[in-house]
Nanobody
Framework: QVQLVESGGGLVQPGGSLRLSCAASGSISNIYAMGWYRQAPGKQRESVAHITSGGTAVYADSVKGRFTISRDNAKNTVDLHMNSLRPEDTAVYYC?????????????WGQGTQVTVSS
């Protein structure tokens, strides 16, 4: 089992910045990717960014150039630095970790943290 604990989030004005952090613990040896998803009210959960253990990062088109994902393999943490925030970035953000298993990839999820962008 893998446990994911998120921190950060909150209320910020448009154009502002926030940092989300996620710490993984438990049986993490087979985790090969970590990232962030978000879900706005009435919408499906969507991928924001993810990063592999080798450092390859992939971003959603909507956040490219504004968000940066980073990972510390030694500390088993992944951060999401969000700049130039827009009202449409308002959502619950979830940390995600993907484990390699003999039956295929398995997803773990954090409890979610609210990000609200509003003046």
């Amino acid at each position: 089992q893998v446990q994911l604990v998120e921190s950060g989030g909150g209320l910020v004005q448009p154009g502002g910045s926030l940092r989300l952090s996620c710490a993984a613990s438990g049986s993490i040896s087979n985790i090969y990717a970590m990232g962030w998803y978000r879900q706005a009210p009435g919408k499906q959960r969507e991928s924001v960014a993810h990063i592999t253990s080798g450092g390859t990062a992939v971003y959603a088109d909507s956040v490219k150039g504004r968000f940066t994902i980073s990972r510390d393999n030694a500390k088993n943490t992944v951060d999401l630095h969000m700049n130039s925030l827009r009202p449409e970035d308002t959502a619950v953000y979830y940390c995600n970790a993907v484990e390699a298993t003999i039956t295929g990839p398995y997803d773990y999820w954090g409890q979610g943290t609210q990000v609200t962008v509003s003046s």
